[in-house]
Protein backbone atom coordinates (compact mmCIF):
# COMPACT_ATOMS: atom_id res chain seq x y z
CA UNK A 1 0.00 0.00 0.00
CA UNK A 2 2.79 2.45 0.77
CA UNK A 3 5.59 1.35 -1.63
CA UNK A 4 5.70 4.55 -3.03
CA UNK A 5 6.55 6.20 0.46
CA UNK A 6 9.08 3.69 2.33
CA UNK A 7 10.94 2.76 -1.22
CA UNK A 8 13.72 4.80 -0.49
CA UNK A 9 14.09 3.92 3.16
CA UNK A 10 16.09 0.93 4.65
CA UNK A 11 13.46 0.59 7.82
CA UNK A 12 9.78 1.91 7.92
CA UNK A 13 7.89 1.65 11.16
CA UNK A 14 4.16 2.68 12.63
CA UNK A 15 3.09 4.33 16.00
CA UNK A 16 0.31 5.48 17.23
CA UNK A 17 -0.85 8.98 18.03
CA UNK A 18 -0.83 8.88 21.75
CA UNK A 19 3.20 8.52 22.16
CA UNK A 20 5.61 10.93 23.30
CA UNK A 21 8.91 9.62 21.70
CA UNK A 22 12.27 9.79 22.75
CA UNK A 23 15.07 10.15 20.74
CA UNK A 24 15.11 6.69 19.29
CA UNK A 25 18.42 7.17 17.76
CA UNK A 26 19.72 6.12 22.22
CA UNK A 27 18.02 3.07 21.79
CA UNK A 28 18.80 1.70 18.19
CA UNK A 29 22.16 2.07 16.57
CA UNK A 30 23.55 1.14 13.40
CA UNK A 31 25.41 -2.38 14.81
CA UNK A 32 21.46 -3.01 16.04
CA UNK A 33 19.92 -1.88 12.88
CA UNK A 34 22.20 -4.63 10.19
CA UNK A 35 21.75 -7.60 13.27
CA UNK A 36 17.68 -7.48 13.33
CA UNK A 37 14.62 -7.62 10.89
CA UNK A 38 12.04 -6.36 12.84
CA UNK A 39 12.15 -3.86 16.41
CA UNK A 40 9.54 -3.57 19.18
CA UNK A 41 10.23 -2.51 22.53
CA UNK A 42 8.10 -5.16 24.56
CA UNK A 43 10.20 -8.53 25.51
CA UNK A 44 7.14 -10.67 24.44
CA UNK A 45 5.04 -9.79 21.92
CA UNK A 46 4.98 -7.00 18.32
CA UNK A 47 4.14 -3.85 20.03
CA UNK A 48 1.01 -2.13 18.61
CA UNK A 49 1.82 1.24 19.33
CA UNK A 50 5.58 1.73 17.62
CA UNK A 51 7.02 -1.32 15.78
CA UNK A 52 10.17 -0.91 12.78
CA UNK A 53 10.49 -3.30 10.03
CA UNK A 54 13.10 -4.10 7.70
CA UNK A 55 12.36 -3.03 4.24
CA UNK A 56 12.19 -5.50 2.16
CA UNK A 57 10.06 -8.21 0.42
CA UNK A 58 10.22 -10.83 3.13
CA UNK A 59 9.35 -8.38 6.23
CA UNK A 60 6.78 -6.52 4.17
CA UNK A 61 4.59 -9.42 3.06
CA UNK A 62 5.42 -10.97 6.24
CA UNK A 63 1.79 -10.69 7.01
CA UNK A 64 0.64 -13.00 4.62
CA UNK A 65 1.92 -15.96 6.17
CA UNK A 66 -1.51 -16.09 8.24
CA UNK A 67 -3.86 -18.46 5.93
CA UNK A 68 -6.43 -16.02 7.02
CA UNK A 69 -5.29 -12.53 6.67
CA UNK A 70 -7.60 -11.59 4.27
CA UNK A 71 -10.50 -12.41 6.44
CA UNK A 72 -9.06 -10.66 8.94
CA UNK A 73 -8.70 -7.52 7.75
CA UNK A 74 -11.91 -7.44 6.55
CA UNK A 75 -13.55 -7.77 9.82
CA UNK A 76 -15.34 -4.54 11.67
CA UNK A 77 -13.91 -5.30 14.72
CA UNK A 78 -10.48 -5.15 15.91
CA UNK A 79 -8.87 -8.48 15.72
CA UNK A 80 -5.51 -7.09 17.06
CA UNK A 81 -4.12 -8.74 14.35
CA UNK A 82 -0.56 -6.21 14.77
CA UNK A 83 0.03 -7.25 18.63
CA UNK A 84 -1.09 -11.00 20.03
CA UNK A 85 -4.42 -11.44 18.15
CA UNK A 86 -7.65 -13.59 19.75
CA UNK A 87 -5.79 -16.37 21.90
CA UNK A 88 -3.48 -14.16 24.23
CA UNK A 89 -0.42 -16.11 23.56
CA UNK A 90 1.54 -13.62 25.41
CA UNK A 91 -0.40 -14.31 28.89
CA UNK A 92 0.88 -18.19 28.66
CA UNK A 93 4.08 -17.91 28.34
CA UNK A 94 4.96 -21.87 29.10
CA UNK A 95 3.24 -22.44 25.92
CA UNK A 96 5.05 -23.82 22.71
CA UNK A 97 4.45 -20.98 19.98
CA UNK A 98 4.13 -23.75 17.26
CA UNK A 99 0.64 -24.56 19.07
CA UNK A 100 -0.85 -21.13 18.28
CA UNK A 101 -2.71 -19.90 15.40
CA UNK A 102 -1.33 -17.29 13.08
CA UNK A 103 -3.88 -14.85 13.43
CA UNK A 104 -1.52 -12.20 14.85
CA UNK A 105 2.11 -11.22 13.19
CA UNK A 106 3.87 -11.56 16.84
CA UNK A 107 2.99 -15.32 16.55
CA UNK A 108 3.95 -15.21 12.94
CA UNK A 109 7.48 -13.14 13.29
CA UNK A 110 8.18 -15.56 16.62
CA UNK A 111 7.67 -18.95 14.57
CA UNK A 112 9.35 -17.45 11.57
CA UNK A 113 12.64 -16.23 14.41
CA UNK A 114 12.73 -20.12 15.75
CA UNK A 115 12.82 -21.47 12.03
CA UNK A 116 15.89 -18.75 11.71
CA UNK A 117 14.33 -16.81 9.07
CA UNK A 118 14.29 -13.84 10.98
CA UNK A 119 15.67 -11.92 13.58
CA UNK A 120 13.80 -10.06 16.28
CA UNK A 121 14.37 -7.21 18.80
CA UNK A 122 12.40 -7.39 21.31
CA UNK A 123 13.18 -5.18 24.46
CA UNK A 124 10.99 -3.34 27.23
CA UNK A 125 11.85 -0.20 26.73
CA UNK A 126 8.85 1.52 26.76
CA UNK A 127 6.68 3.16 29.54
CA UNK A 128 3.01 2.42 29.44
CA UNK A 129 0.48 3.14 32.35
CA UNK A 130 1.68 4.73 35.04
CA UNK A 131 -1.85 5.28 37.08
CA UNK A 132 -1.19 1.92 39.23
CA UNK A 133 2.40 2.96 39.67
CA UNK A 134 1.68 6.64 40.62
CA UNK A 135 5.15 7.21 38.62
CA UNK A 136 5.98 11.00 37.47
CA UNK A 137 7.68 11.42 34.08
CA UNK A 138 10.04 14.33 33.03
CA UNK A 139 10.18 15.10 29.23
CA UNK A 140 13.63 17.19 28.89
CA UNK A 141 14.51 17.86 25.71
CA UNK A 142 13.47 15.32 23.67
CA UNK A 143 14.27 12.67 26.41
CA UNK A 144 11.89 10.63 28.49
CA UNK A 145 12.52 10.18 31.99
CA UNK A 146 11.19 8.61 35.25
CA UNK A 147 11.54 11.66 37.42
CA UNK A 148 12.01 9.35 40.13
CA UNK A 149 14.64 6.81 38.68
CA UNK A 150 15.41 8.96 35.81
CA UNK A 151 15.53 6.01 33.55
CA UNK A 152 15.07 6.16 29.94
CA UNK A 153 12.38 5.29 27.67
CA UNK A 154 11.99 5.25 23.77
CA UNK A 155 8.47 6.44 24.02
CA UNK A 156 5.89 7.00 26.46
CA UNK A 157 2.41 5.57 25.58
CA UNK A 158 -0.50 7.17 27.80
CA UNK A 159 -3.29 4.02 26.38
CA UNK A 160 -4.63 3.93 29.71
CA UNK A 161 -4.24 7.46 31.97
CA UNK A 162 -6.24 8.85 29.05
CA UNK A 163 -9.30 7.45 29.49
CA UNK A 164 -9.68 8.65 33.23
CA UNK A 165 -11.31 12.08 33.86
CA UNK A 166 -9.01 13.74 35.85
CA UNK A 167 -6.40 12.76 32.88
CA UNK A 168 -5.78 16.82 31.72
CA UNK A 169 -4.10 17.82 28.55
CA UNK A 170 -2.24 21.50 28.56
CA UNK A 171 -3.65 24.64 26.42
CA UNK A 172 0.00 25.18 25.63
CA UNK A 173 0.89 27.48 22.45
CA UNK A 174 4.08 26.20 21.96
CA UNK A 175 5.46 22.80 23.85
CA UNK A 176 7.65 24.03 26.27
CA UNK A 177 11.41 22.28 26.48
CA UNK A 178 10.57 20.51 29.64
CA UNK A 179 7.65 19.00 31.15
CA UNK A 180 5.90 16.68 33.43
CA UNK A 181 3.27 14.25 33.36
CA UNK A 182 1.43 12.03 36.48
CA UNK A 183 -1.66 9.76 36.12
CA UNK A 184 -3.57 13.49 35.98
CA UNK A 185 -2.23 14.76 33.06
CA UNK A 186 0.34 17.25 32.06
CA UNK A 187 2.75 19.73 33.95
CA UNK A 188 4.60 23.22 32.98
CA UNK A 189 7.73 23.33 35.32
CA UNK A 190 5.72 26.01 36.80
CA UNK A 191 2.83 24.23 37.85
CA UNK A 192 4.94 21.11 39.16
CA UNK A 193 6.26 23.39 41.79
CA UNK A 194 2.81 22.94 42.87
CA UNK A 195 2.14 19.60 41.90
CA UNK A 196 1.11 18.41 45.48
CA UNK A 197 -2.27 20.69 45.38
CA UNK A 198 -2.72 20.64 41.48
CA UNK A 199 -2.64 16.94 41.52
CA UNK A 200 -5.44 16.81 44.40
CA UNK A 201 -7.33 18.91 43.16
CA UNK A 202 -7.32 17.01 39.13
CA UNK A 203 -8.29 13.58 41.20
CA UNK A 204 -11.12 15.33 43.33
CA UNK A 205 -12.71 17.62 40.22
CA UNK A 206 -12.31 14.31 37.83
CA UNK A 207 -13.75 11.77 40.58
CA UNK A 208 -16.65 14.05 41.31
CA UNK A 209 -17.73 14.48 37.57
CA UNK A 210 -16.99 10.61 37.46
CA UNK A 211 -19.51 9.89 40.43
CA UNK A 212 -22.16 12.14 38.69
CA UNK A 213 -21.76 10.48 35.64
CA UNK A 214 -22.42 7.61 37.02
CA UNK A 215 -25.56 8.34 38.92
CA UNK A 216 -27.14 10.20 35.90
CA UNK A 217 -26.57 7.24 33.62
CA UNK A 218 -28.09 4.56 36.08
CA UNK A 219 -31.09 7.07 36.14
CA UNK A 220 -31.09 7.65 32.17
CA UNK A 221 -30.77 3.73 32.15
CA UNK A 222 -33.54 2.96 34.40
CA UNK A 223 -35.74 5.61 33.13
CA UNK A 224 -35.00 5.07 29.32
CA UNK A 225 -34.36 8.54 28.96
CA UNK A 226 -31.48 10.58 27.78
CA UNK A 227 -28.32 10.08 26.05
CA UNK A 228 -25.88 7.76 28.62
CA UNK A 229 -22.65 9.40 28.41
CA UNK A 230 -19.63 6.95 28.48
CA UNK A 231 -18.41 5.94 31.96
CA UNK A 232 -14.82 6.26 32.38
CA UNK A 233 -12.72 3.30 32.66
CA UNK A 234 -10.85 3.87 35.64
Known amino acids: VFNELIKNYSYWGYGDNDLIYNKISKFIDNKKLENHDIFTFKSNFI ?34 F ?5 EGFHLKP ?86 YISETGFYSKAEFKYYFFIHRYRKMKGGFYWMYLKISNYIKRRLHIGTVKIDTYT
Open 47 to 80: HGPLSIYRNNSYCNELFTKSENWKSILQKKEYQS
Open 82 to 86: DEFGQ
Open 94 to 179: NSDIINFSNDNISVIALKEQEKGNLKLFLKSYSKEVICDTKEILRIENGSVLNQKTNESYIFYHWVWEKRALWFQYPNWTNTPASY
